[in-house]
């Protein structure tokens, strides 16, 4: 078998000749494969197919070294938080881009501290709290304001930021990060109350999705800008080179560059643990009946309301009778009037259980007896 290839960068053409014997004949060998090229002189030259393929590997593992698109030139987001540093202060733009960024925060803070006056529900089904685990990883995918305020600061520096485009000011560049970063937090605050709060599945989802709109409505005003829906001003202003002109990985020194992505990836890793702590702690609550009430003041009536012949089972730790005994009794209801208070100790199908205290001080009964003041006075 001949093969024939040309090598531009070494302007010679090259014949290679594959010399292999038989598998049937006597004395075969799969090591006897030999393989050999020549030039156009007939001279021997050395194999090439294994020098080919280490440069292939050398550039293989070069790409492999460019991690986390580090060498890739990037952009400032399509947003139109980026309007706080790309336009002037006096401008349409800077002006729409803080009635944005107020409506969102506003928005967040308004479900937020309509969520801290509800109460933490007493219990929850299977479905729900398996539900709860999984939105807290749907919430960190779908939140992207941290990571993309931190990347920005990793890779656009001062320097690089002015080489650029000299004319921005680095600080309000920083502040609009700044503005992205709270508001993930807010986001992400938000989203906690919503799971520990919530008492079905699509209740979970719904909302959450509701606060992803919330956060993305910086991305939709840019978009609807883009297409000239909110004038020429804000159109212009989406089409300034800023947004289509890409900035190069910066370099660092002394390992800042990998301490900077093993930041980024802690962030992640410290929001996870937050939200599990939480979720493990009211979950450990709710099942030990820390929500229940209590105690409660029951008032049935005033005895009106009766009940005959009505069949009263007492349970088998009964005090005051046999254990399991049933009984044929007039119930009045008012008889039951009283406070009564949880025992954490039992349940009923799942249920608490409250126990009759005493009307007069409220201690259990047959358990605890106050000390009467029996002392006579003129």
């Not at 890409?246 to 370099?251: A, L």
């Not at 992640?268 to 702690?281: A, G």
């Amino acid at each position: 078998e001949m093969h024939c290839m040309t090598a531009s960068s070494l302007k010679m053409t090259t014949t290679s000749i594959s010399i292999a014997q038989d598998p049937e004949s006597p004395g075969f060998n799969e090591n006897s494969f030999n393989e050999k090229s020549f030039n156009e002189n007939g001279q021997e030259t050395p194999p090439h197919t294994n020098n080919t393929v280490a440069e292939m590997g050398m550039l293989i593992n070069g790409t492999d070294d460019a991690k986390d698109g580090e060498g890739n030139e990037i952009n400032f987001p399509e947003s139109s938080h980026s309007f706080l540093f790309t336009e002037p202060v006096k401008s349409i733009p800077f002006v729409f881009s803080l009635l944005i960024a107020s409506m969102t925060y506003a928005c967040l803070c308004i479900a937020l501290f309509d969520n801290a006056n509800k109460a933490v529900p007493v219990n929850v089904s299977s479905c729900v709290r398996a539900a709860q685990y999984m939105g807290i990883l749907i919430a960190l995918l779908m939140e992207e304001e941290i990571p993309t305020a931190l990347f920005l600061l990793k890779r656009i520096s001062k320097p690089i930021l002015h080489s650029k485009f000299p004319e921005l000011c680095y600080w309000k560049f920083v502040g609009s990060c700044i503005l992205r970063f709270s508001m993930g937090y807010l986001f992400l605050a938000n989203v906690v109350a919503i799971l520990v709060l919530a008492e079905n599945v699509l209740e979970i989802f719904y909302d959450v999705l509701a606060l992803q709109f919330l956060q993305q409505l910086d991305d939709i005003a840019f978009s609807v800008s883009k297409i000239e829906v909110l004038g020429k001003t804000m159109y212009l202003a989406t089409m300034t080179p800023y947004f289509t002109t890409g900035f190069k990985r910066q370099k660092t020194r002394f390992g800042i560059g990998k301490r900077i992505k093993f930041f980024l990836k802690g962030v992640y890793l410290v929001n996870l643990l937050i939200f599990l702590s939480v979720m493990i702690y009211v979950s450990i609550k709710q099942i030990r009946g820390d929500y229940q009430c209590p105690s409660y003041t029951v008032g049935f009536g005033k005895g009106d309301e009766v009940w005959e012949e009505a069949y009263v089972h007492y349970p088998d730790d009964s005090k005051q009778y046999p254990g399991g005994t049933t009984l044929t009794l007039s119930l009045v209801f008012s008889n039951f009037n009283g406070h009564y208070k949880l025992d954490k100790s039992r349940t009923s199908e799942g249920r608490p259980i409250y126990v009759e205290q005493t009307k007069s001080d409220r201690t259990p009964f047959d358990t605890e007896k106050t000390n009467f003041n029996t002392s006579v006075f003129p």
